[in-house]
DNA sequence: GGACTCGGTCAACGCCGTTGACTGGTTGAC
DNA sequence: GTCAACCAGTCAACGGCGTTGACCGAGTCC
């Protein structure tokens, strides 16, 4: 009989969870590293949709279904390449009454093409559930967490969250849209005017 | 001999693009119209990803393939079923020194859930060209075409688009991200608060 | 009545994300 | 030293996607 006599079936137990990172072998956590640095890239790179696992797997140099296998979906392999980026936390724990200027110079530094790329690739991803969690999760510990404790007067976490509401309103435009006449303007006029829109919210 | 002799070929005069609107039998228009109604509704009801080709031509009762043939591609029909929805402008006509708050009541009126739908279907589309261009567009003629001649002072165009961002940013927050807390906060707050920072780039 | 065009179907193409069956190599207990 | 268990990885396939091109039947026009 070929292939072994009877059934060999291991044990099986509930292949469904992607691998465990815990437990793995060098050579399982070199190429898990791998398809994570060609993950990053290609959505850098392409975008959520355009980044497919397929690509992704040739990238890294395996097989698509490893991918699948180490990850789970490819929503959750996006998650795992999206860095907490800590440089906005700096701007946030600056003095309050210039964190609306300092915002907005932040995120329209040329200095920090980054920042367009991982807005794309998430504003892509934020119709998938796991996503969009995560961006709840990160504008309540990041933003909300941060200015609310140091704000005055009344509904201080709903206007913290109003901050994040025009910064991303604003990179929709820029970066998305591509809209000609924000693209075009002044970096130092936006910074003006919509740094002081974002502070009177803030500090009425 | 089957089938006719010789290649029947007709002239195949460039089967590239959709066919045209102008010169159709009452039949072609009535299906035409059957496919735009159902992509109207399964736009609307899943977004523009879970939105199939296929599931918009069974729900008008024709082939998948027909759907392509009328409007060249999925992203062109969904373009064609974006209404204006001149709600909006009523609005920007309006007193600009209330525009602000009038702005943000509307969108969030519960009596208008269109307007949600709308904005899910065209957040999730927005990686397209076509439908980033018309966007664009769209954000010219009805936003900065109608505040920037009544606005003072200097920048007029780039403080109306400005206004588009903050627009975008709350129904980003709202409809897309549900982030609690903003969903959670009381309408007529969230009219106050962010009406006001609308206020300020337009009449400051 | 024949050429032509329109309305429509059908089968397929090449992609996509994901799954399950399978092969080997490594490990660890006996 | 053996052998079972397990990790790492491949392969072929599934069902679904948007889109294409070949094809047919019915209507229209000269």
Request: proline fraction near 6%; charge should be negative; aromatic fraction near 6%.
């Given at each position: 009989m070929p292939y072994g006599c009877g059934v060999t079936k291991t044990s099986s137990p509930e292949r469904t969870a992607p691998v465990d990172e815990s437990q793995l072998r060098p050579a399982g956590r070199a190429t898990r590293a791998a398809i994570e640095a060609a993950a990053r890239t290609l959505f850098a790179e392409r975008g959520f949709e355009a980044a497919s696992v397929r690509a992704i797997a040739t990238e890294a140099g395996v097989d698509?279904?490893?991918?699948?296998?180490?990850?789970?979906s490819k929503e959750a392999l996006f998650l795992r390449t999206l860095d907490t980026s800590a440089g906005v936390g700096a701007v946030l724990d600056g003095p309050l009454e210039t964190v609306g200027r300092r915002l907005v110079a932040y995120f329209l530094d040329p200095e920090r093409p980054a920042v367009r790329h991982r807005y794309l690739a998430l504003a892509q991803a934020a119709h998938r559930d796991q996503v969009r969690e995560e961006m709840v999760r990160y504008t309540a510990e990041?933003?909300?967490?941060?200015?609310?404790?140091?704000?005055?007067?009344?509904?201080?976490?709903?206007?913290?969250?109003l901050v994040v509401a025009q910064?991303?309103?604003?990179?929709?435009?820029?970066?998305?849209q591509?809209?000609?006449?924000?693209?075009?303007?002044?970096?130092?006029?936006?910074?003006?005017?919509?740094?002081?829109?974002?502070?009177?919210?803030?500090?009425?």
């Open positions: 698509p279904a490893l991918v699948i296998r180490h990850f789970g990041t933003y909300v967490a941060r200015l609310a404790p140091r704000m005055e007067g009344a509904d201080r976490e709903v206007r913290a969250v910064i991303n309103g604003l990179l929709n435009l820029l970066f998305q591509e809209d000609p006449i924000v693209s075009g303007a002044d970096t130092a006029t936006l910074v003006a005017l919509y740094g002081d829109a974002i502070q009177g919210v803030l500090t009425p």
